[in-house]
């Protein structure tokens, strides 16, 4: 399992449970992979990171997941400090491209279609403060 991708120690927990794994084997299994640096849950974190980020997640939805997945936030935040990603540019960057015409200028829109383009930001998981700056930040440096 952890040739194709990297795993959290929950998730293959997880998936070692549902392939009937005594807990023993589990354990003596997870042991066994940290034991070679085969399981890293920082590692992960740091993965997770990245490709929340690559797919345009704002640091509330790449949360999110990471909980789902079992990581800490602690684990999170360790890996945002080695990253540095600036979510405001990041909030900016996706509704440009999403919303905003080739040269990345928003047109003008009405209250309500504004409202969707907040929504779909904010369902993203970005906060509404990084989503105002994104809206309003109308620039094309």
């Not at 009405?110 to 383009?117: E, I, T």
């Amino acid at each position: 399992m952890l040739a194709r991708r990297d795993h959290s120690e929950l998730e293959l927990r997880q998936k070692l449970a549902q392939r009937q794994c005594s807990p023993e084997d589990i354990d003596a299994a997870i042991e066994n992979c940290h034991y070679h640096h085969w399981l890293d849950d920082q590692r992960f974190a740091e993965s997770l990171l990245r490709q929340g980020v690559y797919k345009g997640h704002g640091w509330q939805r790449i949360c999110f997941d990471a909980k789902r997945k079992g990581i800490s936030a602690a684990q999170l935040e360790s890996a945002q400090k080695n990253q540095q990603h600036d979510w405001y540019e990041l909030a900016k960057a996706l509704a440009q491209r999403r919303f905003g015409d080739l040269d990345g200028i928003f047109p003008d829109v009405d209250f309500k279609q504004r409202a969707k383009w907040v929504r779909y930001l904010n369902s993203r998981g970005f906060t509404f403060d990084q989503i105002n700056y994104a809206l309003t930040a109308n620039d094309t440096e």
